[in-house]
């Protein structure tokens, strides 16, 4: 295991559907309401209000992946 891992006390594990489904949710809800603020997507913002126990870096690299598949 990596040192960093190890800090964090996480390891990099395969994304569930169901993390799938959390993600696309709360982005989906945030861009609408960041359309109407006229700001960008908050990453804390949106790992805080998933619950998902995934980091920035995994969160915003997942989406981009989910995005290239629709």
């Known amino acids: ?3 960093s891992q190890q800090a ?6 395969p994304w569930t559907e169901e993390e799938d489904l959390k ?3 709360c982005i989906n809800k945030l ?3 960041c359309q109407t603020k006229n700001s960008p997507l908050s990453w804390p913002e949106i790992v805080a209000q998933t619950g998902l126990a995934r980091s920035e870096s ?3 690299k997942r ?3 989910l995005e290239k598949r629709h």
Not at 8 to 13: C, L, P
Request: proline content about 0%; hydrophobic content about 20%.
């Open 1 to 3: 295991m990596e040192r």
């Open 8 to 13: 964090s006390g996480s390891e990099t594990r």
């Open 23 to 25: 993600l696309i949710e």
């Open 31 to 33: 861009k609408t309401e």
């Open 58 to 60: 995994s969160c915003r």
């Open 63 to 65: 989406w981009k992946y």
